[in-house]
C-alpha cells in the first residue's frame, strides 16, 4: 500500500512539475518588438544602403527609439546616423500601433500597421509608403 501512495505522490508531483514548466504559460512578446529597418518608399523604391541603417529599436516596455541615417554634406560622404529619437509606442488594434515622440513642445504622433505575417511594419508620408523590415 506504501508502495502504491509513493508512486501516485511521484505521479502527481511529476505531473505537476512539467505543467508548471511549460513555455505556454510564458507571456508572449509583441510582435511588434525589435529591429525593423527601412526597406521600401513608394516613391523612390528600395531604400539604398544608408538609408536601410535607418531603423526602429522598439521594446517591450512601450518605448522605442528612432535612429535615422544620412550622407554627410560631401557628395559621397560617409553615411552616418544624423539624429536619433525617443518615444512610446502603444497597440491600437490586433495590426495597428499608434508610436508618439515628443521634441521640445511638440508631440508628433504616427500609425505603424504590421503586414505580410508580421514581416513588414508600414506607415504612410502623405501618399508615400514607407516599409520597414527585420533582418
Given at each position: 500500500?506504501?508502495?502504491?501512495?509513493?508512486?501516485?505522490?511521484?505521479?502527481?508531483?511529476?505531473?505537476?512539475?512539467?505543467?508548471?514548466?511549460?513555455?505556454?504559460?510564458?507571456?508572449?512578446?509583441?510582435?511588434?518588438?525589435?529591429?525593423?529597418?527601412?526597406?521600401?518608399?513608394?516613391?523612390?523604391?528600395?531604400?539604398?544602403?544608408?538609408?536601410?541603417?535607418?531603423?526602429f529599436q522598439i521594446l517591450e516596455n512601450y518605448t522605442f527609439s528612432l535612429s535615422?541615417?544620412?550622407?554627410?554634406?560631401?557628395?559621397?560622404?560617409?553615411?552616418?546616423i544624423e539624429y536619433t529619437v525617443n518615444g512610446k509606442w502603444e497597440k491600437v488594434?490586433?495590426?495597428?500601433?499608434?508610436?508618439?515622440i515628443i521634441v521640445k513642445d511638440d508631440k508628433y504622433e504616427k500609425i505603424y500597421?504590421?503586414?505580410?505575417?508580421?514581416?513588414?511594419?508600414?506607415?504612410?508620408?502623405?501618399?508615400?509608403?514607407?516599409?520597414?523590415?527585420?533582418?
Amino acid at each position: 500500500m506504501k508502495k502504491v501512495f509513493l508512486f501516485m505522490m511521484l505521479s502527481v508531483l511529476t505531473s505537476s512539475a512539467l505543467v508548471s514548466c511549460s513555455k505556454d504559460d510564458e507571456p508572449k512578446k509583441d510582435p511588434i518588438v525589435g529591429t525593423w529597418y527601412a526597406a521600401y518608399s513608394s516613391k523612390t523604391g528600395i531604400v539604398g544602403d544608408c538609408g536601410q541603417k535607418t531603423h526602429f529599436q522598439i521594446l517591450e516596455n512601450y518605448t522605442f527609439s528612432l535612429s535615422a541615417s544620412n550622407r554627410n554634406s560631401s557628395k559621397y560622404g560617409d553615411c552616418e546616423i544624423e539624429y536619433t529619437v525617443n518615444g512610446k509606442w502603444e497597440k491600437v488594434d490586433d495590426k495597428k500601433y499608434k508610436l508618439t515622440i515628443i521634441v521640445k513642445d511638440d508631440k508628433y504622433e504616427k500609425i505603424y500597421q504590421l503586414r505580410n505575417n508580421n514581416k513588414e511594419l508600414i506607415t504612410y508620408d502623405g501618399d508615400e509608403e514607407l516599409v520597414f523590415k527585420r533582418k
